[in-house]
């Protein structure tokens, strides 16, 4: 990984399945639901990342795989064309287990290779709803939880890597979202163990429903205010030391009444974007660990 001071440029292989279908002219199955385009959405998501990340996570694509069938199932089925579009008009018969074949998929598009040769640092999965994926799921020596069990066989690699799965039914928004369900994981992790009068991450995620009076920036599905999971849009105010993480570590500041005006007023990808704009990004240490949590994120192999 091309690393420059506080700045990092992560190597991706992007990896798109988006069949074609023979009943339908021989068109993408993107095109004949009319689905987004899985590039238009992976240029959207590197800038929002980067703008979020105060200019330290930069992504790169290294490569890019195009294919045009169905992943592979753990227990070996595979969609056919028809069938799978026939499951989804009709909105029944998606096949169960839903996962993907993680071993193939990476063999298939010679991910492990790149790992091994430094020439990407983590693999980007982009399919359609039904897919079989994670959000995201770590592989290699020392993975731990990231929102999916670890993908084990892989403890000889000399590094672990994440590998992202997305669906192009959907948007910016949600990619985003399975992103930060990635660093929670692993910011969680990084502070496993920390009693809770001095666990940083927990004061982070703290919200008013889970500590009355003192919110700071919620989670991912959480805002300060929420009453539920994905209440981005509640206007009630509630009282947030939320700007204190602008200043981290020094995290003493009053608290201010703070709504959905603050994070988009419900928008899923506005809120997403605020919540990451929030996470320390700074120089130097504190407590044996970097005050740039950005770098956990970016490289689980950082994590101690």
Not at 70 to 89: H, M, V
Not at 187 to 195: A, M, P, T, V
Not at 286 to 299: A, L, P, T
Request: glycine share 10%; proline share 5%; hydrophobic share 35%.
């Amino acid at each position: 990984m091309s690393v420059n001071g506080n700045v990092f440029y992560p190597k991706v292989l992007l990896v798109i399945y988006d069949p074609r279908i023979p009943s339908e002219g021989n068109r993408k199955l993107s095109h004949v639901l009319g689905w987004n385009d899985a590039g238009l959405l992976v240029e959207s998501f590197i800038a929002d990342l980067r703008k979020a990340s105060h200019g330290i996570c930069n992504y790169l694509i290294a490569d890019r795989v195009e294919l045009s069938d169905f992943p592979i199932k753990e227990d070996g089925f595979r969609y056919s064309a028809d069938g799978y579009l026939r499951s989804w008009r009709s909105g029944k018969g998606f096949h169960a287990p839903d996962w993907a074949d993680y071993d193939h998929i990476l063999h298939e598009t010679r991910a492990i290779e790149g790992v091994r040769a430094g020439s990407i640092d983590e693999v980007w999965l982009f399919a359609f709803p039904y897919g079989g994926f994670f959000e995201s799921r770590m592989v290699g020596p020392g993975a731990f939880w990231c929102n999916a069990p670890p993908l084990s066989g892989y403890g000889d690699l000399e590094r672990c890597f994440v590998v992202m799965g997305f669906n192009y039914e959907r948007g910016v928004g949600e990619m985003l979202e399975s992103y930060g369900h990635r660093a929670e994981s692993i910011l969680s992790y990084l502070y496993r163990g920390e009693i809770e009068s001095s666990n940083l991450w927990k004061k982070f995620i703290q919200t008013n429903l889970s500590d009355p009076g003192e919110a700071e920036v919620g989670t991912i599905h959480f805002a300060p205010n929420s009453l539920q999971d994905y209440n981005w849009g509640n206007r009630n105010k509630v009282p947030s030391r939320c700007d204190n993480w602008y200043r981290f570590p020094e995290l003493t500041g009053q608290p201010r009444l703070v709504d959905c005006a603050d994070w988009g007023n419900g928008d899923i990808r506005e809120h997403h974007l605020w919540w990451f704009d929030h996470l320390p990004h700074f120089s130097g240490d504190y407590r044996g660990r970097s005050q740039n949590w950005w770098e956990y994120v970016i490289d689980a192999n950082t994590v101690p």
